[in-house]
């Protein structure tokens, strides 16, 4: 049975495909069965993962209107080692013709019971807006990972997800529960990132993972290679930070 984690925060700019497509093939590397599930209109992690998503066939639109499934319409990144089920423009006309639909918060969780057995992890990059997509997402996981920087208006961000979180879990999805907040594009330079990192750990506790990703060029580079930044330039701090997340993730998924 897979382990479905949403990468979220309704903040923007946060890193938040970054971290989906770099843990996917992290966890690929680690010889896990992955599916990266993209879930924003923009398309950034099908293009991150090296797939044109001008060019796609099929994609999570047709699969969350019930025209596709997703063993037809996923794809897979030669660049990352790991499944992709796409996206493009079209999906951003899903939110409204959604509206209509029978158990439409649970579209996306139906689709992917049926490639459960395939896949021992599934990452779902949910878009930067509580939306009937990004609710889609939180019904069909079983944790929330939030990548978020150490600074003082990712807190405030920060109390709003939290509180949706808990009113999904009260009426729609008792198995979600926040994973773990990652610390992302992290510069020790920074007194404020540091003062708010340390306000993470006191007040989150063991629900901040240890590892922290620092600010790092081929990580941002990467993407316009249509590379993971961790094979983009696997030297690179970012790289190397992703990897050791990666491993960070198996051990957590072990207690929960």
Do not use: W
């Not at 001008?54 to 699969?63: G, N």
């Not at 999904?168 to 773990?180: E, R």
């Amino acid at each position: 049975m897979a382990k479905i984690f949403c990468v979220a925060n309704q903040k923007g700019g946060v890193g938040k495909t970054t971290t989906a497509v770099n843990l996917a093939a992290a966890l690929a590397q680690l010889n896990q069965r992955v599916l990266l599930v993209d879930l924003d209109p923009q398309g950034n992690a099908t293009m991150g993962a090296g797939i044109n998503k001008a060019e796609l066939k099929s994609s999570i639109y047709e699969v969350l209107l019930g025209m596709a499934d997703v063993a037809t319409a996923r794809v897979t990144s030669e660049t990352g080692g790991f499944d992709v089920l796409p996206a493009n423009r079209e999906l951003a006309g899903a939110e409204v013709e959604m509206v209509e639909l029978d158990n439409r918060e649970k579209r996306l969780k139906d689709a992917l019971n049926a490639v459960d057995a395939e896949y021992d992890f599934m990452l779902i990059d949910c878009p930067p807006a509580l939306s009937m997509l990004t609710l889609n997402g939180l019904c069909a996981a079983h944790g929330v990972i939030i990548p978020m920087q150490c600074e003082y208006y990712a807190l405030e961000g920060l109390s709003d997800l939290v509180n949706t979180i808990k009113k999904v879990h009260a009426k729609l999805n008792t198995d979600l529960k926040i994973i773990g907040l990652l610390r992302v594009m992290f510069d020790p330079r920074m007194t404020l990132s540091q003062q708010v990192s340390s306000q993470l750990e006191q007040h989150f506790g063991d629900k901040v993972f240890k590892t922290i990703i620092p600010r790092n060029v081929r990580l941002a580079e990467a993407p316009s290679y249509g590379m993971p930044g961790i094979n983009f330039d696997p030297s690179s701090k970012g790289a190397q930070a992703y990897l050791v997340f990666g491993a960070e993730m198996v051990e957590r998924i072990k207690t929960i």
